[in-house]
């Protein structure tokens, strides 16, 4: 068990018997009275959301999870398929409990995943990433009203906003929550 | 360092000294650092130690509000007077509009009752306002009760939900999970925060007055309700304000509950349980009818320069200092 006001983002609890991640977290103090945490969580298996509102001091039930590694091997449109890179166990995991991750990860590399009673809860994707430039639209050459720059297609399908230098082929670095382009990498 | 932030913040302070002396009022300084405070049991406080090596120590409190020092200043005939003073709370989360040291605005004004103060905060802002300040400052406020507010966001008529059975039952409908059987008041708040406090217009302020008198504070009480209001100002709660209670019996009631209460919330974990002034119930038999409002000042120079954070209103915001 533990406090509500502990609870953060990626917290793993049980609520009726079911594994929820916390995906939302705000603390709310009432002018005059109890502190409260308003939660919204998620279902990994079943995608259904719950909005919770606790009070800090309650106490809730957390789930002891695991931590393992695991190779993205591809997806079908439906589920991703990955890969216990220590067991070799194959596990699919429905692609709409993670909207966008299939723009985010890339094929063959390896995930640190939230695993739970052999589900996969939560896939941990670094914050910054770098990513091949599949696909670049040719600079307009005089525009500067967009702060000259352009998009590219990375090599999971990403469209990335960045500066008009930026080529085909190239390797750039992006900030995965804000999808956002930080840097251009060498080699 | 910001220098605009500390600009605008040095503007928006003469703006407001400017705005009371011409009306009257007299700007005092009470202290910070105080040996007892008033019981708020969901208020955590900062507590400190006094010491002499001769002649021992003692336990001092930072204080959550200066409201304990102003009234008394208020019983021995200050007449109107308006204090910005250093506030402290513990416990609440960084971020966005918290702040453990923050700077607080009160003014009283004697022989207002809760509607004068309302006109009086309406030309408050408008003439201390910053070049730029926006509209959901400067709007004509709409004014609701707390009953009404509910209603329109819940369909919910407080006046038929007085028992908590009921009242916990109609949040069940509205989809909220309580886990255990609670007080009134708490269940009044998660109806408050999920339905109504997010739904308020964000382009006008919004002053909801008539606060539930389950909600136990030293504002004078009628009928279900008490005279109360706040005042939310984008979206965000701005300032507080009381019709004064001023029965000595209802005030050392008011205390002796909810001193309980901070005992039960604070007595196993480390907490801070302040000394309790016992003598401050007999200073407001001789507080003269008052209104006192107290506005949060980070939130307001949050919201006049169109900040959505009020660590970029202070030029060393708590959460990154040292060892945060």
């Given at each position: 068990m533990i406090k509500a006001g502990q609870i953060d983002k990626g917290t793993a609890l049980l609520i009726k018997g079911q594994p929820f991640i916390c995906v939302e977290r705000e603390f709310v103090n009432p002018g005059k009275g109890s502190a409260f945490v308003r939660l919204k969580l998620k279902s990994p298996t079943t995608g259904q959301v719950l909005q919770e509102t606790i009070k800090s001091q309650d106490s809730v039930e957390d789930i002891n999870v695991e931590t393992m590694d695991y190779q993205y091997m591809y997806n079908d449109g439906e589920s991703f398929h990955m890969m216990n890179v220590d067991t070799y166990d194959q596990f699919e995991v429905p692609m709409s409990n993670f909207e966008g991750y299939e723009l985010l990860m890339k094929d063959g590399e390896t995930y640190r995943c939230t695993v739970y009673n052999d589900e996969i809860l939560d896939i941990q994707i670094p914050s910054k990433v770098v990513y091949l430039v599949a696909e670049a639209e040719e600079a307009?050459?005089?525009?500067?009203?967009?702060?000259?720059?352009?998009?590219?297609?990375?090599?999971?399908?990403?469209r990335v906003r960045v500066p008009i230098f930026i080529k085909q082929g190239e390797k750039i670095r992006v900030n995965t929550e804000t999808r956002e382009y930080l840097e251009r990498v060498n080699g | 360092?910001?220098?605009?932030?500390?600009?605008?913040?040095?503007r928006l302070y003469a703006n407001i000294r400017s705005f009371f002396s011409d009306r009257g009022y007299l700007e005092v300084e009470t202290p910070t650092l105080s040996p007892d405070l008033i019981p708020e049991a969901t208020i955590d406080n900062f507590g400190t130690t006094f010491v002499n090596e001769f002649a021992g120590s003692r336990e001092m409190y930072l204080i959550p509000s200066p409201e304990i020092f102003i009234k008394k200043l208020l019983a021995d005939g200050s007449g109107s007077v308006f204090e910005i003073s250093k506030c402290f709370r513990n416990c609440e989360q960084l971020g966005r509009i918290h702040n453990p040291e923050f700077t607080m605005l009160e003014y009283y004004s004697v022989g207002f009752d809760e509607k004068d103060s309302i006109a009086l905060t309406q030309e408050f802002l408008r003439a201390t306002a910053l070049e730029g300040c926006p509209s959901c400052v400067l709007e004509d406020?709409?004014?609701?009760?707390?009953?009404?507010?509910v209603l329109r966001y819940t369909g919910l008529d407080l006046d038929g939900l007085q028992r908590p059975a009921d009242l916990r039952a109609a949040a069940q409908k509205l989809g909220l999970i309580i886990p255990g059987p609670e007080s009134w008041?708490?269940?009044?708040?998660?109806?408050?925060?999920?339905?109504?406090?997010?739904?308020?217009?964000?382009?006008?302020?919004?002053?909801?007055?008539?606060?539930?008198?389950?909600?136990?504070?030293?504002?004078?009480?009628?009928?279900n309700?008490?005279?109360?209001?706040?005042?939310?100002?984008?979206?965000?709660?701005?300032?507080?304000?009381?019709?004064?209670?001023?029965?000595?019996?209802?005030?050392?009631?008011?205390?002796r509950r909810e001193y309980q209460k901070l005992l039960a919330l604070r007595s196993d974990n480390g907490k801070t349980i302040p000394d309790i002034d016992d003598s401050f119930c007999d200073v407001l038999a001789r507080l003269p009818e008052c209104s006192g409002v107290a506005m949060g000042l980070d939130r307001l120079l949050m919201l006049e320069t169109g900040r959505k954070d009020m660590d970029d209103v202070l030029l060393f915001p708590f959460s990154r200092m040292a060892g945060n």
């Open positions: 307009i050459k005089g525009d500067t009203v967009q702060g000259a720059t352009k998009f590219v297609t990375t090599e999971t399908g990403l | 360092m910001d220098r605009q932030t500390a600009i605008s913040r040095s406020f709409e004014v609701l009760t707390v009953r009404e507010a008041d708490d269940t009044f708040n998660r109806i408050f925060i999920n339905f109504v406090e997010t739904a308020l217009p964000k382009d006008h302020p919004v002053c909801l007055t008539d606060y539930p008198k389950q909600i136990e504070c030293l504002a004078e009480a009628e009928g309700y008490r005279r109360r209001w706040e005042l939310y100002a984008g979206g965000i709660e701005l300032a507080n304000c009381y019709l004064e209670e001023r029965d000595p019996d209802i005030a050392a009631d008011y205390y």
